[in-house]
């Protein structure tokens, strides 16, 4: 046969065999078979490619390993880096949902911010925050963090504004016991311990370490029961009428970033004003201090002489004046101070000290 013949008879088996595996499963134990058979071939073609990379691993310079020990360096930095960016987002990410949750329980405004700096006064207790007038900022707003009460607004620039932390000695937080009920002022510890001192709170009092002081509302500043310290001592002086009570703070002033600035809602504000009598703001240094004097009878209803004599308002003052027991001359008339109305103030009678 010749060699044309040949050929052309292993290309019709070859198409024959080709249409037979494409359409029957005849030829899948063959070829499985022959696997078998091949393999060892295979392996044995592909050892010069393998020892070839061999020799190049034995015989790699000292310059290439340094040259690949920094580039690894620079990839585990910029891996670190950007774990360190994915931690920093997922904490920042648990602050603000605390602070999301938080401001669901205050009622009125809320406006958020940012601290961006602190004072640098050694003797004041402030932080800057990145909203002012521009943003609807207001002296004398409330300041939260997603734990506690952290101060109010002082200095309102056009787009920041300083805040007065509630551990400024100048500062005093109207609180209430939240076990009881039982208000005092919280003022700012004046030694470097960032805490806060109950003032005039009397040694009878009952109030026990560990209780929870909340915002009472009086003064129309801060928003009602909103976190504010933890008593943390409480030491009862012999013969001395208050006790000392010290608490601590329990909004992050020290770590926090995310803040709230509030504005109370007109409900809220009126019904902090059924209370207002019981609490007395100083405007000019945003001080709280304390509860106002007791109050005096008007002043067109009685007046009350040296002599404990009682005039009715509808006499005339100049007929009931006399001269007393000791003829020093006529008793003295009372006058209502012009500045506080509360009542009136005597003034010495003619000839007296």
Do not use: C
Request: net charge negative; aromatic share 6%; proline share 7%.
């Amino acid at each position: 046969m010749s060699l044309e013949y040949r050929v052309a008879a292993f290309v019709m088996l070859s198409l024959a065999v080709m249409f037979a595996d494409s359409r029957f499963d005849y030829l899948d134990r063959v070829r499985y078979s022959l696997g078998f058979l091949t393999a060892p071939v295979f392996w044995v073609a592909d050892i010069p490619a393998r020892v070839s990379y061999w020799i190049d691993d034995v015989f790699v310079s000292h310059g290439d390993l340094i040259e690949e020990n920094a580039r690894l360096r620079e990839e585990l930095l910029f891996a670190q880096r950007e774990l360190q960016l994915l931690a920093g987002l997922a904490s920042e990410n648990s602050r603000l949902r605390a602070l999301q949750e938080a401001s669901i329980s205050v009622n009125g405004k809320i406006l958020t911010a940012e601290i961006i700096n602190i004072s640098s006064d050694p003797g004041s207790r402030r932080v800057l925050i990145n909203r002012g007038a521009q943003h609807g900022v207001e002296t004398g707003q409330a300041l939260l963090d997603a734990y506690g009460l952290m101060g109010q607004v002082v200095e309102v620039l056009p787009f920041t504004s300083w805040v007065m932390l509630i551990t400024d000695s100048r500062h005093g937080t109207p609180v209430q016991v939240n076990r009881n009920g039982e208000r005092a002022i919280a003022r700012g510890s004046r030694g470097d311990v960032p805490e806060l001192e109950l003032e005039y709170v009397p040694d009878t009092s009952d109030i026990v370490v560990g209780d929870l002081l909340v915002s009472s509302g009086l003064g129309q500043r801060f928003p009602k029961d909103y976190p504010v310290a933890e008593v943390t001592s409480v030491v009862h002086d012999r013969g001395q009428p208050f006790a000392t009570i010290k608490a601590r703070p329990l909004a992050q002033l020290d770590r926090t970033r995310h803040v709230m600035l509030v504005e109370l809602a007109q409900h809220e504000l009126d019904a902090q004003l059924q209370g207002a009598d019981a609490a007395v703001w100083l405007e000019s240094d945003f001080e709280f201090i304390g509860p106002p004097r007791p109050k005096m009878p008007p002043a067109e209803e009685v007046m009350v002489l040296e002599s404990d004599t009682v005039v009715p308002p509808d006499v005339d003052p100049e007929d009931s004046a006399s001269v007393d027991d000791r003829g020093q001359g006529p008793l003295p008339q009372a006058e209502v101070s012009p500045d506080r109305g509360q009542g009136p103030l005597p003034q010495p009678a003619q000839g007296q000290e």
